[in-house]
């Protein structure tokens, strides 16, 4: 008697540890699609803010070598300006 009664404990046992088991396991892969899903979305966002960088630091980039050949057409104009008054005073 006391063996049936141990086995309807154990059956009763396990039946519990299958439950739990299968309502930690339904937690931990909602928790997971959660985490998931948030990560996607952060990292989208963060795709669009280094988009953004990007397309700025080219708007940067263009601006520089416009100002570089600027300045480097000036310095063109000022040698020949400087090679024709050298010219005129060795002559």
Same mark, same amino acid.
Do not use: C, H, P, Y
């Given at each position: 008697?006391?063996?049936?009664?141990?086995?309807?404990?154990?059956?009763?046992?396990?039946?519990?540890?299958?439950?739990?088991?299968?309502?930690?396991?339904?937690?931990?892969?909602?928790?997971?699609?959660?985490?998931?899903?948030?990560?996607?979305?952060?990292?989208? $966002?963060?795709?669009?803010?280094?988009? /953004?960088? @990007?397309?700025? !630091?080219? &708007?940067? +980039?263009?601006?520089?070598?416009?100002?570089?050949? $600027?300045?480097?057409?000036?310095?063109? /104009?000022? @040698?020949?300006? !400087?090679? &024709?008054? +050298?010219?005129?005073?060795?002559?």
């Amino acid at each position: 008697m006391a063996n049936k009664k141990a086995k309807n404990k154990s059956a009763f046992t396990l039946k519990d540890v299958r439950n739990t088991v299968k309502s930690v396991n339904k937690f931990i892969l909602d928790t997971t699609e959660e985490v998931l899903d948030a990560t996607l979305e952060r990292t989208e $966002d963060w795709q669009l803010v280094g988009e /953004k960088a @990007i397309q700025g !630091g080219i &708007k940067v +980039a263009a601006k520089q070598q416009d100002l570089v050949f $600027d300045a480097l057409e000036a310095l063109k /104009k000022q @040698i020949k300006k !400087g090679k &024709k008054r +050298a010219v005129a005073i060795t002559k």
